[in-house]
C-alpha cells in the first residue's frame, strides 16, 4: 500500500528536466527587485542604491542575522546594474563604474567567501525593463560567457524589448549557452511571464527542459491584493502548473514580500505558507538591515521551510474552496502532508471550521498528528474521519502539518482493538484522544 502511494506521488515528476544539477528543491535567497527597484543615485540614497555596497550589506546580514543557517543562499542582483552602454572594443556588458567599482568578479569572490552564492540579471531583448544594454541574440553566448568568467551562480533572463519569436529562440539558446560555459549556472526565465503564462503559447515540458525556474505571471507588488492575485491565478490554472514543477524546475510566483511595508502578520505569514505550498522559490526582497523581529522570526520559522524544501517537489493544490475559504494541500515525503487553510475574506470575525482528514483524502493512516506550523503545537491525534475544529482570521492562515502516526514504535497500545485511546505522547507532547 505504502509503495503504490509513493509511486503515484512521483508521477508528476517524472518529466525530463534541465541537466545542471541545481535547486533540486526550490532556491532560496534574496533578489533585489521588489524592494529597491532601479534606484541609481548613490549620491542622494547611497544605503538603497543599487550597488555592490547593497549586495555586500545584504550577504553579510544573511550570514550574521542567521538568515544563511536557516536556507538563504542566494545574493540576487536584478535590473539596472550596468553601464548605459556595452563595451565598444569587447562589447561586453559593463559594470556601472560608480556603483561597482571593482566589477563583478570580486562581488562574486566575497559572497562565496561567505558561503553564499550570487545571481545576476540579464535581459533578452534590445533592453533590460529599466532601459540598460539587453541580450540580443547575437549576444548571448558572450553574456553567458562573461556570467561564467565572473563566477556568477545564476542568471535570470527578463523578456523586455523582445518579441514572442526571439523569445522561442533566445531562451533555449541561453540555457545552452551556459550549459557550454562549463559553470554551474541555475537559470531563472521569465519567457511564460511574457506569453501569458499558459498553453498552447507556453510549453511548461519544454521550459522544465530548459530552466530551472520560471515566472510565470506578473510582478509581485507590495500589497496583499498583488499576493492574492497571485494565488488565485495559481489556484485557477493548477492542472497546468502542478505538472510543470518538480526537482531541479519551479513555477515562480515571484518574491516574498515579507518583512516589506504592507502585509500585516497575518498576511505575511499566509504568503509564506502559500509559498511553501507552492514549492515556490524563497526569494526574499526587503531590507536585511532594517527588518523588524517579527518578519524575521517569520522567515526563519523551519516549520514552513521545511514544507517549501520536501524533497519530493511536489507543488500543492487547492483542494476545495468556499466563498472566501481555500483549502490547499501539498504532499510530503513520508505520508505527511501540508495544508494551508487560506481565509481570504473581508468579513470581520474569524471564520469557523470544521474539517476531517478524510474530507481532504488522507485516510490511508490509522492515525494523524496534526500540528499547527507557526504555532509549532500538535493539535491532537485524529482518525481521518474524525472532525476538527478551529479558526481562521482574515486575511490569515492555518499551516497545518499531517503526520502519519507510525504505531510500531510510538504506541503499541493504539493497536488495540478498542482504539479509545486516552492518552498519547508523541515527542514530548501528550495527545488528547480526539478520535
Ligand atoms: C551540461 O549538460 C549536460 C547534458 O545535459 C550535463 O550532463 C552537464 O552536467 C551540463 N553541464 C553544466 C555545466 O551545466
Ligand atoms: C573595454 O574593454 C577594453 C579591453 O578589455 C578595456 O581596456 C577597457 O577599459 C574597457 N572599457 C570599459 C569602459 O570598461
Ligand atoms: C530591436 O532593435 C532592432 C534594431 O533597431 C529593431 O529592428 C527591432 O524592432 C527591435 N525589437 C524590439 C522588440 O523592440
Ligand atoms: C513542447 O516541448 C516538448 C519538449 O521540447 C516537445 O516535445 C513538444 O512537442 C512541445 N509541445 C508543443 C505543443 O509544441
Ligand atoms: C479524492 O479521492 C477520490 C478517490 O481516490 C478521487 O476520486 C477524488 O478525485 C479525490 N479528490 C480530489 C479533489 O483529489
Ligand atoms: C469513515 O471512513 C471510512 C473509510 O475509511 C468510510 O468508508 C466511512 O464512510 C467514514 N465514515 C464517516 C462517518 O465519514
Not at 515528476?13 to 534606484?39: K, Q
Not at 517569520?298 to 520536501?310: K, R, S
Not at 502532508?337 to 488522507?362: C, D, F, H, M, R
Request: net charge neutral; with cysteine.
Amino acid at each position: 500500500m505504502w509503495t503504490l502511494i509513493i509511486c503515484l506521488a512521483l508521477l508528476p515528476v517524472l518529466t525530463t528536466s534541465l541537466d545542471n544539477g541545481v535547486m533540486r528543491v526550490p532556491p532560496m535567497g534574496w533578489l533585489a527587485w521588489e524592494r529597491f527597484r532601479c534606484e541609481t543615485d548613490c549620491v542622494r540614497n547611497p544605503h538603497t542604491c543599487i550597488s555592490e555596497r547593497l549586495f555586500m550589506e545584504m550577504a553579510d546580514r544573511l550570514v550574521k542575522d542567521g538568515w544563511s543557517h536557516a536556507g538563504y543562499k542566494y545574493v540576487n542582483i536584478d535590473d539596472c546594474w550596468t553601464e548605459k552602454k556595452r563595451n565598444a572594443t569587447t562589447g561586453r556588458l559593463v559594470p556601472d563604474l560608480k556603483r561597482f567599482p571593482n566589477g563583478i568578479k570580486p562581488l562574486a569572490d566575497y559572497i562565496h567567501s561567505l558561503g553564499l552564492k550570487l545571481g545576476i540579471y540579464a535581459d533578452l531583448g534590445n533592453f533590460t525593463c529599466g532601459g540598460y544594454p539587453g541580450t540580443t541574440l547575437d549576444q548571448i553566448q558572450l553574456d553567458a560567457q562573461t556570467f561564467a568568467e565572473w563566477g556568477v551562480d545564476m542568471v535570470k533572463l527578463d523578456g523586455c524589448y523582445s518579441t514572442p519569436e526571439e523569445r522561442a529562440i533566445g531562451y533555449p539558446k541561453m540555457s545552452k549557452a551556459l550549459n557550454k560555459t562549463g559553470r554551474v549556472i541555475a537559470y531563472s526565465c521569465s519567457w511564460p511571464a511574457y506569453d501569458g503564462g499558459l498553453p498552447p503559447k507556453v510549453n511548461y515540458t519544454l521550459l522544465g527542459e530548459i530552466c530551472n525556474l520560471w515566472r510565470n505571471y506578473g510582478d509581485i507588488q507590495d500589497s496583499w491584493d498583488s499576493v492574492l492575485n497571485i494565488v488565485n491565478w495559481w489556484g485557477k490554472y493548477q492542472d497546468i502548473l502542478i505538472p510543470a514543477a518538480g526537482p531541479g524546475h519551479w513555477n515562480d510566483p515571484d518574491m516574498l514580500i515579507v518583512g516589506d511595508f504592507s502585509l500585516s502578520e497575518g498576511e505575511s505569514r499566509a504568503q509564506l505558507a502559500m509559498w511553501a505550498i507552492l514549492a515556490a522559490p524563497l526569494f526574499m526582497s526587503n531590507d536585511l538591515r532594517r527588518i523588524g523581529r517579527t518578519a524575521r522570526a517569520l522567515l526563519q520559522h523551519p516549520g514552513p521551510i521545511n514544507i517549501n524544501q520536501d524533497p519530493l517537489g511536489i507543488q500543492g493544490r487547492l483542494f476545495f474552496s468556499t466563498a472566501s475559504l481555500d483549502v490547499w494541500k501539498r504532499q510530503l515525503k513520508g505520508g505527511r502532508y501540508a495544508i494551508a487553510v487560506l481565509n481570504k475574506g473581508t468579513g470581520g470575525t474569524p471564520k469557523k471550521v470544521e474539517l476531517s482528514l478524510s474530507s481532504l483524502n488522507i485516510t490511508t493512516a490509522q492515525f494523524y498528528v496534526i500540528t499547527d506550523v507557526y504555532e509549532d503545537k500538535p493539535l491532537g491525534l485524529y482518525k481521518p474521519n474524525a472532525s476538527f475544529h478551529f479558526s481562521v482570521n482574515p486575511s490569515d492562515v492555518l499551516l497545518l502539518l499531517v503526520e502519519p502516526l507510525s504505531c510500531k514504535c510510538k504506541c503499541k497500545f493504539v493497536l488495540k482493538e478498542t482504539c479509545n485511546v486516552m492518552e498519547i505522547r508523541y515527542g514530548n507532547a501528550l495527545l488528547e484522544d480526539v478520535a
